[in-house]
């Protein structure tokens, strides 16, 4: 085992040896009493959540712009699913968990000050990108279903039927997508300048 970790330690400093400049990737990788840590970085998935909840104070405040600003900044940082593939951590299963929740509250939040400036097709790219990685998400497609409906009836229908398949991969039965496509469907019509609440945490 010792071995092996010893081998992937070295390919991670040659990895890093590639890509930083000149004979500085030492003094970004430690290794010391059998423990390894990163020095002088910043942790994207840290600066994502904490750029997230700046925007959701702001947001709460009815502090638009600098909310506005916030997310933009916490955009970008988003580079997928937190450590894809590993499996049966709870730590990590968890933080996973919060990047996602944070994201969706995001988008949220986001849309609806996109559709407060009329940018309509920003918030739908917005509200698509949580989809991607919360894909069972009933609030987000409300608001993408309310937000197509905008543009015409076949696009709403469009939304609904991509909920249908996603909760049918999911294994649900027929009567459940049933009732949870028929309440996507009744909601009503989404309101320019109207608050989206944020459900999931205070």
Request: overall charge positive.
């Amino acid at each position: 085992m010792k071995i092996k970790f010893d081998t992937l330690i070295s390919r991670l400093r040659k990895t890093l040896a590639e890509v930083l400049p000149g004979n500085t990737s030492h003094l970004y990788l430690n290794r010391e009493k059998g423990m390894l840590w990163l020095a002088h970085c910043r942790i994207d998935a840290h600066s994502f959540l904490d750029s997230v909840k700046r925007g959701m104070v702001h947001y709460r405040l009815q502090e638009f712009w600098q909310a506005g600003n916030a997310f933009a900044t916490a955009e970008p940082l988003w580079q997928g699913e937190f450590v894809p593939g590993v499996a049966g951590d709870d730590r990590i299963r968890l933080f996973r968990d919060s990047l996602v929740a944070a994201l969706a509250d995001m988008a949220e939040a986001w849309s609806d000050l996109l559709v407060r400036s009329d940018r309509f097709a920003a918030a739908i790219h917005v509200i698509d990108k949580a989809l991607l990685f919360d894909p069972l998400n009933d609030q987000l497609y409300t608001i993408l279903y309310r937000l197509e409906g905008r543009r015409s009836a076949m696009h709403a229908r469009r939304v609904v039927q991509r909920y249908e398949r996603i909760l049918r991969q999911e294994g649900y039965h027929e009567r459940e997508i049933a009732e949870q496509t028929r309440s996507l469907a009744a909601a009503p019509g989404f309101l320019a300048y109207a608050p989206i609440p944020i459900s999931r945490r205070s």
